[in-house]
C-alpha cells in the first residue's frame, strides 16, 4: 500500500533559523497537503499542493511538490516560537480509481524553537 | 469559521467495554473520515463514509469497529469491545465537495484512555 515517509522525525532549532521538512511518497500523488498540529491540538490544514513542481508561499512558508509528484517539501524561513508543532504531509494516490483516495499521512517533523 | 465538533472530549472506559465516540461535521460536507492517533505518534486512517456508506477502511478498522451517521448530523464511531491498544487520540474529520481544492477540517478529537 502507498507509503509517506517523512524526515527529519524532530527538529530542533534556535529562534531565527530556518527550518525544512521533507516527504516521499512511494506512489505518484495526486496532490499532497501539509497540516500543522500544535501541542495537545489537532491537524490544521495549511495547504494543498497538486501540479508538479507547484511552489506555493505562505508569509515565511515555502511548500514545494516535486516534478515527479512523489516527493514535497516544506520551509519555513526565520522561524519564531510560534511555529512550534508537528508539520504533517498527507497525500492522495493519483490511480486510486473511484471519488477520491484517502489522505495518508506521514509520520511528521515535531518542530521546537528556542528563544 | 465552521468547525467540526467531537464529543467527549476526553473518554475512559474499561477493557472490553463498547464506547461511542460522536462528530458533528461541517453541515454541507460530504466527506466524513475518523482517523486516530496513537500520543505522539502519527496520524492513521481508520475509515471514510460517504452517501451513507463506508468508501474505504483500513486495516485497523476491524469487525470491533463501526461506523454510523444516524440522524444526517452526527457521525458516530463506536468500538464494540475496547483493548488497551485503542487508547488513542481520535480525530473525526470532513470534506465539502471542492475535494480538490480544500483540506480536511479536523475536530478537536477525543482522547480514548482504555484501563
Known amino acids: 500500500g502507498q507509503q509517506v515517509m517523512q524526515i527529519p522525525q524532530y527538529q530542533h532549532v534556535q529562534e531565527g533559523e530556518d527550518f525544512t521538512t521533507y516527504c516521499n511518497s512511494s506512489t505518484t500523488l495526486s496532490n499532497i497537503q501539509w497540516y500543522k498540529q500544535r501541542p495537545g491540538g489537532h491537524p490544521v490544514f495549511l495547504i494543498q499542493l497538486v501540479k508538479s513542481g507547484e511552489v506555493k508561499k505562505q508569509k515565511r512558508l515555502t511548500f514545494q511538490f516535486g516534478e515527479a509528484k512523489k516527493n514535497s517539501s516544506l520551509h519555513i524561513t526565520a522561524t519564531q516560537t510560534t511555529d512550534v508543532g508537528t508539520y504533517f504531509c498527507?497525500?492522495?494516490?493519483?490511480?486510486?480509481?473511484?471519488?477520491?483516495?484517502?489522505?495518508?499521512f506521514g509520520k511528521g517533523t515535531k518542530l521546537s524553537v528556542k528563544p | 469559521e465552521p468547525e467540526v465538533t467531537q464529543t467527549p472530549s476526553h473518554q475512559v472506559t474499561q477493557m472490553g467495554q463498547e464506547v461511542i465516540l460522536r462528530c458533528v461535521p461541517i453541515?454541507?460536507?460530504?466527506?466524513f473520515y475518523w482517523y486516530r492517533q496513537i500520543l505522539g505518534q502519527k496520524v492513521e486512517f481508520l475509515v471514510s463514509?460517504?452517501?451513507?456508506?463506508?468508501?474505504?477502511k483500513s486495516e485497523i478498522f476491524d469487525d470491533q469497529f463501526s461506523v454510523e451517521r444516524p440522524d444526517g448530523s452526527n457521525f458516530t464511531l463506536k468500538i464494540r469491545s475496547t483493548k488497551l491498544e485503542d487508547s488513542a487520540m481520535y480525530f473525526c474529520a470532513s470534506l465539502g465537495a471542492l475535494v480538490r481544492t480544500k483540506g480536511y477540517t479536523f475536530g478537536s478529537g477525543t482522547r480514548l484512555t482504555v484501563v
Open positions: 498527507a497525500g492522495r494516490e493519483s490511480n486510486y480509481g473511484g471519488s477520491q483516495g484517502n489522505l495518508i
Open positions: 463514509f460517504y452517501n451513507n456508506e463506508i468508501s474505504e
Open positions: 453541515s454541507n460536507h460530504l466527506y
